[in-house]
C-alpha cells in the first residue's frame, strides 16, 4: 500500500471521527416536558429549550423575579408546546431581554426549576452583527 | 422630509447592479479570443465596471449623507444611528446593518476590481467575468425591488423610508410626513474604536478571497491550467493576512468590550470566519508548493474554490436567521435568505462542475512524495490544517442540517453543543499542537533536501534548544496537564526551528523570511492562546468568609470582591480600592466625578456642584457640560509595590434593555493582564436604606461627630436661590456648610432651613462619598447655635470580578510577527511579478 493511500484513509477516519465526537457532543432542543423527564431519568445532560417569555393581554412581559442583589433572577417562559415553566438564571439579566421575541436557554432541570446556564435571546427588527452577546455560562 | 436623496440612493443601486450585470455580459464575450469583437467587448466591461464602482460610490455616499445628517425618516438612519453620535461612530453605523454592510463588501470588491484591470491585462477579461458576477450578486441584495406580479421580494434596500416599514404603526396613518426626532441609536458594545476599524478589515478580507477563486476559476475556464497560481497566490496572501487580522481585531474587540472574559468564544459567528481563513491557509501552502515543484495543483484548486464557497456559506449563516436558535448573537432574517442560498448555490455547482469538467485535462504528478521531501510535510501540514476548520465546521452547521432533515419531512433536534469553549477547545488543541510541531520540522524539509542522518544533524539543535525552553516554560508556568505540555512544546519547537532558519536565511537572503517569520508567530500564538485561556484565573477571590448574597449561589460569593468605597481590600498582590463613580466626559477625554455633579433632565448634560479638575481642564461650580450619561465608570485603584494603576470598569444601567451591560478595564503587565468588570452595582432605581435621624447641637466653628465623621459647621448664610425651589419675596432661605473629613478629602453639605408662611421646610443635603446626610433641623437664636440632624446608610459599593490572563502579550505579539511574516511573503512575491512584468510576461 502507498504511503499517500495510508494517509488519505487516515484523514477519512479522522473526518468521521469528527461527525462521530459532533453527533456524540451534540446537545438537543427539547421541550420542558421532554427535559423533565430526562432530568427525572438522571441524565444531566445540558440541553436547549426554545420558547418565548410570559407576557400578559397587553403584552407586557410578566413573572420576572429579579434577586435583591440583582446578580440573579428567574422568569416565566413558555415552550414551544405551551407549558409554562420557572426558569432560573444566576447571573444578571442580559440586555434587551425583555424586549425578546423567542428566548432559548441552555441548561436543565434541577429539581421543579429549570436551572439556565446560557440564554440566548433574539430580537425583532435589530440585526447586530456583532451586539447583545450575553456572558457565556 | 428628503426624499430625493434617497432616490439618488435607490438610482444608483439600480446603476450599479445593471452595469455589473453588463460587465459581466460583456467580459464574458470578450473571454473568447477567437471572437472577432473581443477587444469591443472588453472595453465594454471595463466602462460598465467603471460605471458600477462609481455607483457604488455613490451608494456609501448617499447612506452616509443621510446618516450624518440624521434623516430619521430613513429605516436606517431611525435604526441605526442618532443625533448624538460623534463622526467616528456615525461611520460604524454605516455598517451596523445588513445592508450596509453588504456594501462594504461591495465597495472593496469594486476597488480590487479596478486595480486588477489595471495591473494584470493578460487575465483581464475572464477574471473580471467573475469578479464582475459576484458584484451582480451582491447588488442584488441591497435592490429592494418587488417583481410585479409574482411579488417577489429582491433584496433589501438601505433607502428604505421608516413609514414604509411600520406601515401600520398609528402614527404614520395619522401623519405621514412624521419624522422622528431621534433615532434608535447604536448599540453601546459597537460605541468602540475597534467597531471602526474591525468590520472595514474583515469585509476586505472576505472580498480579498474572489481574487484567487477567480484565477482559479478563470484558469479553469481558459485552460490555463497552471498559470493561474501565479497571480493569485500573492492575493492569497493578502487576503491571508487581512482576513486574519480581521477576526483577530473582533477578537481583541469582544475582548477589551464585552465581559465574557476571552477573545474568543466558538461563537457560530466566529467559526464561521475562522474555517475559510483555515482553508485560506492551507490553499497557501499547496499553492506554494506547486510553485516549487509543480505537484499538489488539483489539491490547490479544490482549496481555492473552497475558501470562496465558505466564505458564501458564512455569508448564508450569518445572514440567513438560521443560526438564531444557536448563537448568542442576534439575528434578524431579512428575507434574504433564498438570495443568499442561491448566490451560494451557483458559485458552489460553478466551481464544481467546472473543476469536474477540467479535471482529467489538469495535470498532475503521479510520483509519490517521500518521507523526507517538503512535499509530504507540507501536505501532512494542509491535511491538519482542513480537519482542524472542517472539525469546527461540522458542530457550527447543524442549524443547517436540522433544516435539512425538516425539508425532507424528518425532525431532527440536534443543537450545538451546550458548552461551546470547552467542546472545541478539547479538540482544537490537538490539531494546534499538530500544526505546532509541523510547521517547525516542515520548514527544515522546506529549505533543503535532507535524508535521515542529515536531518538528524539540523534539529539537534534547535531541538536541545526548544527542550531547554520547553522545561523552563512549564515549570515557571506551572503546567502539569500532559495536553498542555504538549501544546507548549511544539509552540516553542515551532519557534525555535524557525528562528534557527529565520537567522540563516538572514544571512543569505532576507526576501524569503516570509514564511519562518510566520511560524515563528504561530509558535507564538499558541503558547500565549495557551496560557491566556488554558490558565486564565479569578483572582478576585472573596477572602471575607462572608456571603454576598444567598440567592447568587455560590460561584457569585468565591469569585467576586465586594468594594466598598474608599475600603481598601487586598486582591492576589495587589491593594484593591473602590474610588467612586465617574462620568466620562463628551468634548474632553477624561472623567469626573459623578458625586460631584448634579443630573438633570437631559442624560448628557450635568451641572457641576463643585470645582473639579481633570488634568489640566479645569471645570467650575455651576458650569454644565456634556457627558456619555447612559455610562458610569467605576474608579479602581490597584497599588503595589508603591506603584498605582486604576482602572475604569463601565456600567450602563439601561432601563429599557432591563439590564447591566458591563464593559472591562484591563491592567496590563508584562507577563498578564488584569481583566476586571463590575459583576454587580448599586441601581440608581434602588431605595437606600437610611438609619433613624440622629439629632445633635451644634456652634459655629465647633467639632462634633457625626457617625464618627469629624464635621464642622463652617458658615450659616442667609442665601436668596434655593435649587429647584423658587423663592418667594417674603420666604427666608437659609443655608449651612457643613465640612465632613472624609479619608482622601473634606466634603461639603450644605442643607437648607426654609420658612414660608409661618411653615417650616427643610431641604436635607447628602454627601454620597460618605454614606451621609445633613438636615439643618432648627436654628436658635437664643442660643446662637442650631439642631442639626443626621442620618446614614451603608456606603457605596460595586462588586468587580478579576481575572487574570497571563502571557496574553505573546499571543499580541506573536499575531503582529505572524503578520509581519505575511507582508515580507507578499513583498517578495509582488516584486516576482514586477519581475515578469519588466520581462513583457503577463502584463
Known amino acids: 500500500m502507498k504511503k499517500s493511500h495510508i494517509i488519505i484513509i487516515v484523514i477519512i477516519a479522522a473526518a468521521i471521527g469528527i461527525i462521530m465526537t459532533t453527533a456524540g457532543d451534540a446537545s438537543t432542543y427539547v421541550t420542558f416536558t421532554d427535559a423533565y423527564k430526562m432530568a427525572s431519568q438522571g441524565n444531566d445532560e445540558s440541553i436547549h429549550v426554545v420558547g418565548e417569555l410570559k407576557k400578559n393581554a397587553s403584552g407586557e412581559v410578566i413573572g420576572i423575579l429579579e434577586g435583591a442583589d440583582k446578580v440573579s433572577f428567574s422568569f416565566l417562559m413558555i415552550d414551544e408546546n405551551g407549558k409554562e415553566q420557572i426558569v432560573q438564571y444566576k447571573e444578571p439579566m442580559p440586555a434587551d431581554f425583555t424586549k425578546s421575541e423567542k428566548v432559548v436557554v441552555i441548561g436543565k432541570y434541577v429539581g421543579e426549576i429549570f436551572m439556565a446556564e446560557k440564554i440566548l435571546l433574539k430580537c425583532p427588527s435589530k440585526y447586530q452583527e456583532e451586539g447583545a452577546p450575553v456572558r457565556g455560562a | ?843
Open chain 2, 1 to 843: 422630509m428628503h426624499y430625493w436623496i434617497g432616490n439618488v440612493g435607490h438610482l444608483c443601486v439600480l446603476i450599479a447592479f445593471v452595469s455589473s450585470a453588463v460587465s459581466f455580459f460583456s467580459f464574458f464575450k470578450a473571454s473568447n479570443a477567437l471572437n472577432p469583437q473581443a477587444e469591443g467587448w472588453r472595453k465594454n466591461g471595463i466602462f460598465s465596471f467603471y460605471i458600477h464602482a462609481i455607483a457604488v460610490l455613490g451608494i456609501c455616499i448617499t447612506l452616509f449623507t443621510i446618516l450624518a445628517n440624521h434623516y430619521f425618516e430613513y429605516h436606517y438612519a431611525y435604526n441605526h444611528s442618532d443625533s448624538k453620535l460623534p463622526t467616528h461612530y456615525l461611520i460604524s453605523t454605516f455598517w451596523n446593518g445588513q445592508e450596509g454592510s453588504f456594501l462594504l463588501w461591495m465597495f472593496w470588491q469594486a476597488l480590487l476590481g479596478i486595480i486588477l484591470i489595471h495591473t494584470n491585462k493578460f487575465w483581464q477579461a475572464p477574471v473580471m467575468t467573475v469578479f464582475a458576477l459576484v458584484q451582480a450578486f451582491l447588488s442584488s441584495m441591497i435592490l429592494g425591488v418587488v417583481l410585479p406580479v409574482i411579488e417577489l421580494k429582491i433584496g433589501s434596500s438601505p433607502f428604505i423610508l421608516l413609514r414604509e416599514v411600520m406601515a401600520d404603526a398609528p402614527i404614520f396613518k395619522m401623519q405621514p410626513e412624521f419624522v422622528p426626532k431621534e433615532g434608535n441609536g447604536l448599540n453601546p458594545l459597537l460605541q468602540n474604536y475597534w467597531m471602526v476599524i474591525h468590520p472595514p478589515t474583515l469585509f476586505l478580507g472576505f472580498a480579498t478571497t474572489l481574487i484567487p477563486f477567480a484565477y482559479c476559476i478563470a484558469g479553469l475556464w481558459q485552460k490555463k491550467y497552471r498559470e493561474w497560481v501565479r497571480p493569485a497566490l500573492p492575493w492569497a496572501l493578502f487576503s491571508g493576512a487581512v482576513l486574519g487580522l480581521g477576526i483577530l481585531m473582533g477578537g481583541y474587540w469582544a475582548y477589551e468590550t464585552l465581559n465574557f472574559g476571552g477573545y474568543w468564544n466558538w461563537d457560530p459567528v466566529e467559526n464561521a470566519v475562522y474555517v475559510p481563513w483555515l482553508i485560506l491557509v492551507a490553499s497557501i501552502h499547496t499553492m506554494i508548493t506547486y510553485k516549487n515543484s509543480q505537484t499538489a495543483l488539483k489539491f490547490s484548486i479544490i482549496l481555492v474554490i473552497s475558501v470562496f464557497v465558505l466564505i458564501l456559506y458564512s455569508t448564508f449563516l450569518t445572514r440567513s436567521g438560521i443560526l438564531g436558535d444557536a448563537s448568542v448573537h442576534s439575528f434578524t432574517d431579512l428575507g434574504l435568505s433564498g438570495q443568499l442560498l442561491i448566490y451560494l448555490l451557483v458559485f458552489l455547482l460553478a466551481g464544481i462542475i467546472l473543476a469536474a469538467i477540467r479535471w482529467k485535462e489538469i495535470p498532475s504528478s503521479e510520483q509519490e512524495a517521500s518521507v523526507y521531501s517538503r512535499e509530504f510535510w507540507i501536505f501532512l501540514g494542509v491535511a491538519t490544517l482542513c480537519m482542524m476548520g472542517f472539525q469546527v465546521l461540522v458542530p457550527t452547521s447543524i442549524p443547517v442540517w436540522n433544516k435539512i432533515v425538516d425539508i425532507f419531512g424528518g425532525n431532527s433536534n440536534l443543537a450545538p453543543p451546550a458548552n461551546q469553549v470547552e467542546f472545541y477547545s478539547k479538540y482544537q488543541i490537538w490539531f494546534a499542537i499538530g500544526v505546532g510541531l509541523l510547521s517547525a520540522v516542515g520548514q527544515y524539509f522546506w529549505w533543503k533536501k535532507i535524508d535521515k542522518k542529515e536531518l538528524k544533524k539540523e534539529l539537534q539543535t534547535p531541538f536541545l534548544l526548544a527542550l531547554l525552553l520547553f522545561a523552563l516554560i512549564i515549570s515557571i508556568g506551572s503546567v502539569t496537564n500532559p495536553v498542555y505540555m504538549l501544546l507548549v512544546l511544539a509552540g516553542v519547537l515551532a519557534l525555535v526551528g524557525n528562528a534557527k532558519i529565520l537567522i540563516n536565511l538572514l544571512k543569505s537572503n532576507p526576501n524569503l523570511s516570509g514564511g519562518a517569520v510566520t511560524h515563528i508567530g504561530v509558535g507564538m500564538m499558541l503558547i500565549g492562546i495557551l496560557f491566556s485561556a488554558g490558565y486564565s484565573r479569578v483572582v478576585s477571590i472573596n477572602n471575607t468568609g462572608l456571603l454576598y448574597s444567598r440567592e447568587a449561589g455560590e460561584e457569585f460569593n468565591r469569585d467576586n470582591l465586594l468594594l466598598f468605597l474608599n475600603e481598601t481590600r487586598t486582591m492576589a498582590d495587589y491593594e484593591v480600592e473602590y474610588l467612586g463613580p465617574r462620568l466620562e466626559l463628551r468634548e474632553n477625554n477624561g472623567f469626573i466625578d459623578k458625586y460631584g455633579v448634579m443630573l438633570t433632565d437631559d442624560r448628557d448634560y450635568v451641572v457641576l456642584t463643585r470645582d473639579q479638575q481633570i488634568d489640566a481642564l479645569k471645570l467650575k461650580k455651576g458650569d454644565t457640560v456634556r457627558v456619555y450619561g447612559e455610562n458610569t465608570y467605576y474608579e479602581i485603584q490597584l497599588r503595589k509595590e508603591g506603584k498605582t494603576y486604576t482602572l475604569f470598569p463601565r456600567a450602563q444601567v439601561n432601563p429599557d434593555m432591563g439590564g447591566i451591560l458591563s464593559s472591562p478595564d484591563i491592567h496590563r503587565t508584562a507577563i498578564a493582564d488584569f481583566y476586571t468588570y463590575t459583576s454587580s452595582i448599586m441601581r440608581p432605581d434602588q431605595e437606600k436604606e437610611w438609619s433613624k435621624v440622629q439629632e445633635l447641637r451644634a456652634k459655629v466653628n465647633e467639632d462634633f461627630f457625626a457617625n464618627d465623621f469629624v464635621s464642622t459647621v463652617t458658615n450659616i448664610v442667609r442665601v436668596n436661590e434655593v435649587p429647584g425651589i423658587p423663592l418667594q419675596t417674603e420666604d427666608v432661605a437659609v443655608k449651612a456648610t457643613i465640612q465632613v473629613k472624609g479619608a482622601n478629602q473634606d466634603n461639603i453639605a450644605e442643607p437648607i432651613f426654609l420658612i414660608r408662611n409661618k411653615l417650616v421646610g427643610r431641604v436635607s443635603s447628602e454627601i454620597p462619598e460618605l454614606g451621609i446626610e445633613f438636615t439643618l433641623m432648627n436654628i436658635h437664636p437664643e442660643t446662637n447655635d442650631f439642631t442639626l440632624g443626621y442620618k446614614t446608610r451603608q456606603k457605596d459599593w460595586v462588586v468587580i470580578k478579576v481575572l487574570e490572563k497571563p502571557m496574553i502579550n505573546i499571543l499580541w505579539i506573536g499575531t503582529l510577527v505572524v503578520m509581519l511574516g505575511f507582508s515580507i511573503a507578499i513583498y517578495r512575491r509582488y516584486r516576482e511579478f514586477m519581475l515578469m512584468k519588466s520581462k513583457g510576461q503577463e502584463v
